[in-house]
């Protein structure tokens, strides 16, 4: 990679007060990466064979260490607007596999190998899908926020490329 591809990756303008995104991020992403690996019958691997997601044996744990990688880069403000791109895809999926189908208020065919289930729920249709993706939307637009902005003052990111210049 060369030298202005990074500079561009770490360079940040965003104000110090980004680091409350970044800890909001990584506060959620972090401990449900781990719960993942080490609960995987109840939110990693089983859970995606329940919800739809294809070879849950692979995606589960690759799932998990994505949110603890990227969460942690994130925390610390390293490669900041690298570590979001993975977890706005992760969120995508997220909507797309477990929230549509309860907006639908039935099980949705994407392909012949691909069926995402819908949970039981109360109610179905559109509140309810707003209901359940409240968290889902804050940490995609959190993410978002930071694949525009960088990491901002407090963060490694930073450091490097003031460090840089001199």
Same mark, same amino acid.
Not at 21 to 39: D, M, N, S
Not at 94 to 99: E, V, W
Not at 107 to 123: K, P, Q
Not at 128 to 148: I, P, Q, V
């Given at each position: 990679?060369?030298?202005?591809?990074?500079?561009? &990756?770490?360079?940040?303008?965003?104000?110090?007060?980004?680091?409350?995104?970044?800890?909001? &991020?990584?506060?959620?992403?972090?401990? #449900?990466?781990?719960?993942?690996?080490?609960?995987? #019958?109840?939110?990693?691997?089983?859970? *995606?064979?329940?919800?739809?997601?294809? @070879?849950?044996? *692979?995606?589960?744990?690759?799932?998990? +260490?994505? #949110? =603890?990688?990227?969460?942690?880069? =994130?925390?610390?403000?390293? &490669?900041? %607007?690298?570590?979001?791109?993975?977890?706005?895809?992760?969120?995508?999926?997220?909507?797309?596999?477990?929230?549509?189908? =309860?907006?639908?208020?039935?099980?949705?065919?994407?392909?012949?190998?691909?069926?995402?289930?819908?949970?039981?729920?109360?109610? @179905?249709?559109? +509140?309810? *899908?707003?209901? #359940?993706?409240?968290?889902?939307?804050?940490?995609?637009?959190?993410?978002?926020? &930071?694949?525009?902005?960088?990491?901002?003052? +407090?963060?490694?990111?930073?450091?490097?490329?003031?460090?840089? %210049?001199?």
């Amino acid at each position: 990679m060369n030298c202005k591809r990074v500079a561009c &990756l770490i360079s940040t303008d965003a104000t110090k007060w980004t680091i409350f995104i970044r800890l909001a &991020l990584a506060g959620v992403f972090i401990p #449900e990466g781990i719960q993942k690996l080490i609960y995987p #019958e109840i939110l990693g691997s089983g859970r *995606f064979l329940k919800i739809g997601i294809p @070879y849950p044996a *692979f995606t589960g744990p690759l799932v998990g +260490w994505i #949110e =603890i990688i990227c969460g942690t880069l =994130i925390l610390i403000g390293l &490669l900041t %607007r690298l570590a979001a791109v993975p977890l706005i895809v992760t969120m995508l999926v997220a909507i797309t596999a477990t929230k549509i189908p =309860i907006w639908m208020g039935h099980d949705w065919v994407v392909t012949d190998l691909i069926t995402f289930h819908v949970r039981e729920l109360n109610s @179905y249709g559109f +509140w309810s *899908f707003m209901h #359940e993706t409240r968290l889902d939307w804050a940490m995609l637009m959190g993410a978002c926020y &930071l694949l525009t902005t960088g990491a901002g003052y +407090w963060s490694l990111d930073k450091m490097l490329s003031c460090h840089r %210049r001199l």
